[in-house]
């Protein structure tokens, strides 16, 4: 295994290119580096892609098959599902079994389980994540185009002279491209950024304007600017009339629905013909825009064709998120806006393989190579495969498929490489239903991750750097992931795992795989056979990879689809955009009619918010692996929820409290945070932590099981939470303790778990009995403790050391005060205390020099918040002065907007 490799990060669907090299392959030690040679990252990396290196060790991985909690081995395990499998085929039919897989598996995995499934077991009933994320983009694409196509690519956002980020927070969710903008508009003074969105995120830094919308609205206010633009003449005709199909129905559509929003808003009736004022007015009152605004926004959209719409979970997450995608392709359809540099429609996908999974069919409306879930489609694809039980038609999405799990019309489920009892709706819903199963089976690289305590089977899977297949990104760019450790304990890779269980099925000949090279091949071959299905061809090929020798595949560079077998002379500047207008001649797009113009909202009580759900900055997905990298629990620490200050005031909320969120589904503990970036009347909270890391914390709990009708997407936008004080009864005093070891979380309204140097922090809130029950935990292993106690202030301090070595230390205070420095009792853990005066400093909670960083901004350099004051107070007085001072913001950049608030 070489020292050095060439890879692809592991996080979002950016897939920047990453060098790896080893420097301790025992001690799976790694510097991790941006390949300065692949297109998407040109060798920048974020913080979470630059702490990888920190992820890799064997703390906490699944390293053994396991059987009812016992040790097993593989050809057990993979017997045991095997035997399972076919007595519930026997009897009751395939429709028992399902699978729901994940946007981080590989290509390779993810088709040989769709073709397990859907041709050898014969149930459709395989869904991914993927549907929590981009499954709406698919459905509005297909909506379109005919086929799920991505017409963009990367270089579109920095030559685009208007850029609009609808739904998408790129500073924080895919800060290397939000670098590579904001270098674009340094470059060109001209170029216009607008963010829409509800709350003003880090992405609104520098735009030049921000439209803070509704929640729900934005189809409507897509279709408005359509509308306008069409009164405005600035429709392109010739385009439309040769291009597209579909424009006259969708306006006239589109006018008798604003027509009806405005009689009901002004009890009057328009008039003949729709007027741009009337529309406005519509949008100035469902969108809650400022007039204003709204001419700006037009100003900008009439004056610049070169115009790029950049969306993401904001749009796809919403009850109505297909009809947001198609009012987006809409405007650009009607302005000739796509195919060309700098004018295109763009869905930024969450996952590193999202793409590739619908590439192979991953979604359960999917079939693999693009192919149309019908009759010729399904013929097409049991020839190829030469399968004995092909499905005959879709299967359940995810919110269905565990609801069939629940209800036992599914008896077997197999939960590879995602965290379904954390990320889905209704999460008590999904524990539920998986007590409930005869059979979980769940391929994990965590021991303990929060849906592998559910498992009959635990099978062990390789993880990030042992793993070795292909992933392709938001702009269709297939990249290699390569190994360069040896796999964990006896992890396997998931296809290994997969084929071994087909084979035990009796499919022996169908699934003699020995590589991830065959399985890409293979997959490569179908997407050429799959051109000949009823005539009409796709643009998904990459048949020129079908006969690729395995040295080859080995050293393949980053490449953009179509790669098709019979040009090839294709390069990836043939094909960085799709959608042109010599393709649309002869594949008209589809201008859609929507059904819904505005996201229908969870019904609300009247003290009820609207909860929006979300990432944050250096945490990803539910934090299995961020969660491992202690440089990324530094920015934010703890779960929380954003409050709107005068919704904190009427509910006598102060930053800080510890407040409880509910509504019908569920509840959740966690901190409040009271800022005036989002709207009044909602809330904001990460969807990352999880009983992993904190008691009751999860977003998703809250969350109502509501679906887009067309895309079977989820809305994690708009469910309704009453949102109260704890009061202080339940949470008398605050407190934490940072320890060696991992602790377990002690029963206490507020307990949270934070990876940090050298061993863990615990933050709790709870009574006085909770807080001598702790300490009766702590002092029957380790006796021996050092205390300070100040009645006056309600402070209890106790140190234990053991050889000069902390073991642990744990600080209560009194709920108005923060407690001493964690920081530098974290970094204590990892030194040595021999004298008294370093004793005593560990009890004040204080280094005595006073060095005290303060609480971390950039987490890729760790640089705090006091070092940024001190720098200021030098005399750096521009966010450029204070970067280059301190060097924060140098890496991935997504830190910059905050260091505005310290200048």
Aim: proline letters at 5%.
């Amino acid at each position: 295994m070489p020292n050095e490799v060439r890879t692809t990060c592991a996080y979002c669907g950016v897939g920047c290119g990453i060098r790896a090299r080893v420097t301790d392959v025992d001690q799976r030690q790694v510097q991790i580096e941006g390949d300065k040679l692949h297109p998407a990252n040109l060798g920048r990396l974020c913080s979470k892609g630059s702490a990888l290196g920190e992820t890799l060790h064997l703390e906490g991985r699944c390293l053994h098959p396991r059987i009812q909690g016992k040790r097993a081995s593989w050809k057990e395990a993979t017997r045991f599902i095997a035997d399972r499998f076919n007595a519930l085929i026997a009897d009751g039919g395939p429709e028992q079994i399902g699978m729901y897989l994940s946007g981080q598996l590989l290509t390779e995995d993810y088709y040989v389980a769709n073709k397990l499934m859907k041709g050898f077991i014969g149930s459709a009933n395989v869904d991914t994540n993927s549907r929590l994320c981009m499954s709406s983009a698919v459905a509005g694409h297909k909506r379109t185009f005919g086929e799920d196509l991505v017409p963009a690519c990367y270089e579109d956002l920095e030559i685009a002279d208007l850029l609009i980020l609808a739904g998408a927070n790129l500073a924080w969710c895919h800060p290397v491209l939000h670098q590579r903008v904001l270098a674009a508009r340094a470059a060109n003074p001209d170029k216009r950024l607008v963010v829409i969105d509800p709350r003003r995120t880090a992405s609104c830094d520098g735009a030049d304007l921000h439209l803070q919308i509704r929640p729900g609205s934005d189809a409507l206010l897509f279709s408005g600017v359509l509308l306008i633009m069409q009164a405005r003449g600035r429709i392109d005709k010739a385009f439309v009339a040769s291009c597209t199909l579909g424009l006259e129905d969708t306006l006239a559509e589109t006018c008798r629905a604003f027509t009806a929003l405005y009689l009901e808003l002004t009890g009057a009736e328009p008039g003949d013909e729709l007027s741009e004022d009337q529309v406005l007015r519509v949008l100035e009152s469902h969108c809650d825009l400022p007039l204003d605004e709204l001419n700006t926004f037009l100003t900008l959209v009439e004056q610049q064709p070169r115009m790029t719409t950049v969306f993401s979970m904001g749009i796809n997450q919403a009850s109505n998120g297909t009809d947001k995608v198609n009012s987006i392709t809409n405007l650009h359809l009607a302005l000739g806006r796509i195919g060309k540099p700098g004018a295109a429609p763009f869905s930024m996908t969450g996952q590193p393989n999202a793409m590739g999974g619908r590439e192979v069919g991953g979604l359960s409306n999917q079939l693999a190579a693009h192919l149309p879930f019908n009759e010729a489609g399904i013929a097409a694809l049991g020839e190829f495969w030469q399968a004995p039980n092909m499905v005959k038609g879709p299967g359940l999405p995810a919110v269905d498929l565990f609801e069939a799990v629940y209800d036992g019309r599914i008896k077997a489920i197999w939960i590879m490489g995602t965290n379904p009892v954390v990320s889905l709706p209704n999460t008590d819903r999904i524990k539920a239903a998986l007590q409930r199963c005869p059979l979980v089976i769940v391929s994990e690289c965590i021991q303990d991750s929060a849906t592998a305590a559910y498992a009959d089977v635990l099978l062990p899977a390789t993880g990030w750097g042992e793993k070795d297949g292909t992933v392709t990104n938001s702009e269709r760019r297939i990249s290699r992931q390569r190994a360069f450790l040896p796999a964990a304990g006896e992890a396997r890779p998931d296809w290994w795992a997969l084929a071994s269980v087909a084979r035990d099925m009796g499919h022996e000949d169908a699934f003699d795989y020995d590589s991830s090279h065959e399985i890409f091949s293979e997959h490569a071959r179908l997407s050429g056979h799959a051109q000949d299905v009823d005539g009409l061809g796709r643009v998904f090929d990459i048949s020129q990879l079908g006969e690729l020798s395995a040295e080859v595949y080995d050293a393949l560079e980053p490449k953009q689809w179509p790669l098709p077998a019979r040009s090839e002379s294709a390069t990836s500047d043939d094909v960085s955009r799709l959608c042109s207008s010599q393709w649309l001649l002869s594949h008209r797009a589809e201008i859609i009619s929507l059904g819904s113009l505005i996201a229908p909202a969870e019904a609300k009580g009247t003290s009820h918010l609207r909860l929006n759900t979300g990432r944050i900055r250096d945490q990803w997905h539910t934090m299995t692996r961020t969660g491992l990298a202690p440089r990324l629990n530094r920015h934010i620490d703890e779960p929380f929820v954003t409050i709107h200050i005068s919704d904190a005031a009427s509910r006598d909320i102060r930053s800080g409290d510890f407040v409880r969120l509910s509504n019908n589904w569920g509840d959740a503990v966690v901190k409040a945070q009271i800022s005036a970036d989002g709207r009044p009347g909602e809330l904001f909270m990460p969807m990352h932590w999880s009983e992993q890391f904190a008691r009751r914390s999860g977003c998703n709990a809250l969350v109502a099981p509501l679906v887009d009708p067309v895309s079977a997407q989820p809305d994690n936008k708009g469910s309704s939470v009453d949102v109260t004080r704890i009061p202080r009864a339940e949470v008398s005093w605050r407190g934490f303790v940072v320890s060696k070891v991992k602790l377990p979380l002690p029963e206490m309204p507020y307990a949270a778990r934070i990876r940090c140097e050298g061993g863990y922090r615990l933050e709790l809130a709870g009574t006085e009995a909770q807080w001598l029950n702790l300490e009766k935990n702590l002092n029957a292993t380790d006796p021996a403790t050092i205390e300070s106690n100040d009645s006056f202030r309600g402070d209890v301090r106790r140190i234990c050391l053991q050889d000069g070595q902390l073991v642990h230390a744990s600080f209560r205070c009194l709920m108005k005060d923060a407690g001493p420095n964690r920081l530098f009792l974290e970094s204590a853990l990892l030194r040595t205390h021999e004298t008294q005066d370093e004793v005593l400093t560990l009890l004040a909670g204080r280094a005595s020099d006073g060095i005290d960083c303060g609480a971390i901004v950039c987490a890729c350099l760790s640089v705090g918040e006091r070092t940024l004051e001190a720098a200021v107070l030098d005399g750096a007085q521009t966010v450029n002065a204070l970067s280059l001072a301190t060097r924060a913001g140098t890496n991935c950049g997504s830190c910059l907007p905050e260091l505005k608030r310290f200048l």
